[in-house]
């Protein structure tokens, strides 16, 4: 046993969670096509029965890094290998290491096709994913964060649908010109900390030091917000994401909107608040971010209303439900925090099981179109009453994982911007709008079409892969205090740092950048 806590408190459980699944992957190209969905499903599964422990391993209350290491890599450069887990990237990196065996299983019935290419790059996205949530320095997150861009174009352009290739250009091409802008804000922070002094460094800890000028401050954090609005997507940079859910395969619906987008959130969290204390509290600031996503949750959320398409109506909820996230974010408090990062994993739970629930009618039907649907709960009742759960759940009924989050992020954000906070209240109302119309045409309307009377209900594949999934939304929902008492220390540290950032001062003992907390004085790394 010490053997294994050991291990769970080294960086090498870390490592081996971020480049397994890219070895598997790159294996997965010289297996037959018989066999390699096989062997996906064993990688991916590996995978997170090595990451499930680190749940249980965590140290409660240690608002410091865990499993940290930093190894120099490009020494003349200052770039290091330097990764390590807190409380607020501990629950992502569980919720990815989850859906990767869900996510090839999904497509065990569903790709026919060059099925050697298309689970190497499933398990390389899995790579790019864990890479970005555990990486401590800013070159290794940049990497990180382009790796994921390769698979998830080629997820969309090769084995996507009818507009596939449009939807993967347009996706790679907005995503791109983001991370250009935040690779240039990178460089300039760079030189500046070799500037200041002396020695190269892209460490996370290293760059928090540098004394940015003031003509500056604002457009190196334009630079990184960019970036991570566009990946999130705040209004109005979103409409990439409905034209690359819809064309994706299952799949990459899932991993997209339970994942990626939630690296745009983790980007603002992790660095551009943090880098930039001064700019992310400049109330003009936090105006202009508070107004987006108002916007992005009542305006999309009328959209959605709208859509005749069951994958697009989805795609639109994501929209709504992240601008609630980074709600949380911006008001900055511990509550508000704690609540974006819990709602990050409830969306990506029930947000994901509405597009592999879509998916499966799809596989049945083969369209999207509500029109086609109405009456399943007469041929098809496991669907449905996985169907209903599930949209409950991403509708915030109290019981579910979806209430908790968002009402912490409203607690939280009531605090400082109670009007604000009651227009965004909204868009719960507005969730109902649009997701029980959808239910009731589909699931209890008349059942008027000959193809629908004879669907098949869930199997037991497809059992193993909604259930798991269920259950979690109703035990995040039900009991929700072991993942709050993870992310709530390192949540509530963070917002003081961003406060305390203010005392920046530099200590002529140790010729360093020291930042000390307001109330205590304590140093924090």
Not at 81 to 110: A, K, R
Not at 288 to 301: D, E, F, K, P, W
Request: overall charge neutral.
């Amino acid at each position: 046993m010490t053997l294994i806590s050991d291990l769970y408190h080294s960086h090498w459980i870390v490592t081996f969670l971020v480049f397994f699944p890219g070895l598997a992957g790159l294996l997965c190209l010289f297996i037959p096509a018989r066999r390699v969905k096989r062997v996906a499903f064993y990688a991916a599964l590996i995978e997170f029965l090595v990451s499930a422990p680190l749940f249980w391993t965590f140290t409660i209350g240690d608002t410091s890094f865990q499993n940290f290491v930093s190894i120099p890599w490009v020494p003349d450069w200052g770039i290091a290998y330097s990764v390590g887990v807190d409380g607020i990237s501990l629950l992502l990196i569980l919720l990815t290491t989850f859906l990767l065996p869900i996510s090839v299983l999904v497509s065990w019935e569903q790709i026919n096709e060059k099925e050697p290419a298309y689970y190497a790059m499933l398990l390389l996205l899995g790579t790019g994913m864990l890479g970005v949530f555990v990486a401590l320095d800013l070159f290794l997150f940049y990497v990180f964060w382009e790796v994921t861009l390769i698979p998830m174009y080629f997820l969309i352009g090769v084995w996507g649908h009818n507009r596939r290739i449009y939807a993967a250009v347009k996706f790679f091409l907005y995503t791109a010109f983001g991370s250009l802008l935040m690779l240039v804000a990178l460089l300039v922070l760079f030189w500046l900390h070799l500037d200041q002094f002396g020695v190269p460094s892209f460490a996370y800890a290293d760059l928090l030091r540098v004394s940015v000028p003031v003509a500056l401050r604002y457009w190196l954090f334009l630079g990184f917000a960019l970036a991570f609005a566009i990946k999130v997507p705040l209004f109005p940079f979103h409409t990439w994401l409905p034209d690359a859910h819809v064309e994706a395969p299952t799949a990459g619906s899932v991993l997209l909107a339970a994942v990626l987008l939630k690296m745009g959130v983790y980007g603002f969290l992790r660095f551009a608040i943090p880098l930039f204390p001064e700019v992310a509290l400049d109330q003009r600031v936090i105006l202009v971010m508070l107004v987006l996503c108002l916007l992005g949750i009542i305006y999309t959320a009328w959209v959605a209303a709208v859509q005749p398409n069951i994958k697009k109506l989805i795609a639109y909820t994501s929209v709504a439900h992240l601008g609630f996230i980074v709600l949380g974010i911006f008001a900055m408090t511990g509550a508000s925090v704690t609540g974006g990062i819990i709602q990050m994993v409830n969306h990506g739970l029930s947000t994901g099981t509405l597009f592999i629930l879509a998916g499966l009618l799809y596989q049945r039907r083969h369209t999207y179109e509500i029109s086609d649907y109405g009456g399943l709960a007469k041929v098809v009742p496991l669907f449905c009453a996985a169907l209903v759960v599930t949209a409950l759940a991403s509708i915030g009924l109290p019981g579910l994982n979806g209430f908790v989050g968002e009402f912490l992020i409203l607690l939280g954000a009531f605090q400082k911007y109670p009007w604000m906070t009651l227009l965004s209240a909204t868009g719960v109302i507005f969730a109902a709008y649009y997701l029980l119309p959808m239910i009731r045409r589909v699931v209890w309307n008349a059942l008027d079409k000959p193809e629908n009377e004879k669907l098949i209900d869930l199997t037991r594949l497809e059992l193993a892969v909604v259930v798991p999934l269920l259950l979690l939304m109703v035990l995040m929902g039900v009991y929700p205090k072991p993942f709050l008492d993870r992310i709530a220390p390192s949540a509530e540290a963070l917002a003081e740092q961003i406060y305390s950032a203010r005392q920046l001062r530099h200590d002529p003992v140790e010729g360093r950048l020291v930042l000390r907390d307001a109330p205590s004085g304590r140093e924090r790394r």
